[in-house]
């Protein structure tokens, strides 16, 4: 609450010189409003919060960006598409892996060279963006135990995303923005003796696996504090575009690497946990960090079968080329495209405008699932109290990279 607190001091100096949604005089008179950020710890990054409170209770909500000045969008107007992948990776930096997958897909797709990949690379792929899938996760969850008060957590799933992290650095040479995964390949294949050592990080991480779900996810304080808070229905979830977790715990089974099949996701048995309400409503903020807990598992299954597929039937041979794909030149036809991906936060896309002319898109458009998940913050968050609303922005798990595009 003290952290809450500290920033009513600031409120009219920051109303001064930043943007305000609501007016003082359009208030009651036991209303006020409150700022939260953007520098605050439970923000997650530079967001600022304007909120209007009755005592300890929440009227409305006005997420405010702008604070981080990213301009993806106009940096890839005017680059080449094989040069936007490192501002690809900047937009989500916790799963820098799969936005590459998704951008990339994007321009196979217009190039028509998607079906010359070789089966390699595609599980290859499938292996990273998994192992970066795991490694939002944990992120996600260890902070939102920190956010709710319990501290220990939260070392724990850095240490286990470290090993993640050192498996990808010895992948592409780079801890979090990769640049790994190429237009028609990758940039290398996988280092000798790579298999071996992800099936031995999955041996290791199954039982941290029980043990984080059982110490958090089973705590009676936790349950208080998420079960029946930030309730999000269905239908209100379709209606403002929410995806990932957030849409699956409301208990929609909708999963694009299911619904759209892209890669060799189809051809990989795995489950798409959804919501159930078990500790209190359906779609509150404890079926939303159960089943990023869940897809921790079924991420496990999914590369354990992969590697199998890489040491057998698409093993490591002497004349495979990670890059026999890779166009001399990017120039797709004059067309429109839009292409989606499952990422760690929900549905990522982007659409292309191309001229047909030229190696740089035309126009290129980011949808950031943090971006549009965040919309409903202020409906989630009316009627409750402050630290429910801290609870509530930690349950939708964003990163303000991939807002503030």
């Known amino acids: 609450m003290a952290n809450e607190v500290q920033y009513i001091f600031d409120n009219e100096n920051l109303r001064k010189s930043a943007p305000q949604k609501f007016k003082s005089e359009d208030l009651k008179s036991e209303e006020m409003i409150v700022n939260i950020g953007p520098q605050h710890p439970s923000t997650h990054g530079v967001l600022r919060l304007e909120v209007i409170t009755n005592g300890e209770e929440i ?56 079906g010359q990949i070789d089966k390699r690379v595609e599980y290859i792929r499938v292996v990273v963006a998994e192992l970066n899938r795991m490694a ?3 992120i996600a969850l260890g902070t939102y135990a920190m956010d709710i ?36 390949g990758l940039f290398y294949d996988l280092p000798v003796g790579f298999e071996e050592r992800c099936l031995e990080f999955i041996k290791y991480i199954k039982p941290k696996l029980i043990e984080f779900e059982q110490v958090v996810l089973q705590n009676k304080i936790f349950i208080d504090r998420t079960a029946n808070v930030g309730v999000l229905p ?21 999963d694009l690497r299911k619904v759209d099949a892209y890669s060799v996701y189809p051809e990989i048995d795995f489950d798409v946990p959804v919501g159930k309400g078990e500790m209190g409503s359906l779609g509150d903020c404890w079926d939303r960090t159960d089943v990023r807990m869940k897809e921790c598992y079924e991420s496990v299954k999914i590369i354990e079968q992969a590697i199998q597929k890489l040491t057998g039937d698409h093993k490591r041979t002497r004349d495979f080329d990670p890059r026999a794909a890779v166009p001399k030149k990017i120039r797709p036809k004059a067309q429109d495209f839009y292409v989606r991906a499952e990422n760690p936060k929900g549905e990522t896309g982007f659409f292309f405008r191309a001229d047909g002319r030229s190696d740089i898109p035309f126009r290129c458009k980011a949808r950031g699932a943090s971006f549009v998940n965040l919309s409903i913050l202020g409906e989630l968050a009316k009627g409750g109290l402050i630290a429910d609303l801290i609870a509530i922005l930690g349950s939708i798990d964003i990163v303000l990279g991939e807002v503030d595009r």
């Not at 501002?87 to 028509?112: K, T, W």
């Not at 269905?234 to 909708?254: C, E, F, H, Q, V």
């Open 136 to 138: 939002s996760h944990f």
């Open 234 to 254: 269905a239908d209100l979830a379709i209606n403002y575009g929410i995806t990932g977790p957030m849409l699956r715990a409301s208990g929609l089974k909708y």
């Open 149 to 184: 008060g319990a501290i220990t957590p939260f070392p724990w799933m850095l240490r286990d995303r470290e090993h993640i992290l050192r498996l990808l650095e010895w992948v592409s040479g780079a801890r979090m923005l990769y640049n790994y995964i190429w237009v028609g």
């Open 59 to 114: 009227v409305d909500v006005a997420p405010h960006l702008g604070y981080l000045h990213r301009c993806f969008e106009k940096h890839a107007e005017n680059l080449p598409y094989n040069q936007i992948l490192p501002f690809v990776d900047r937009m989500d930096y916790i799963a820098a892996m799969n936005s590459e997958h998704a951008f990339v897909m994007g321009v196979e797709r217009m190039l028509g060279i998607e």
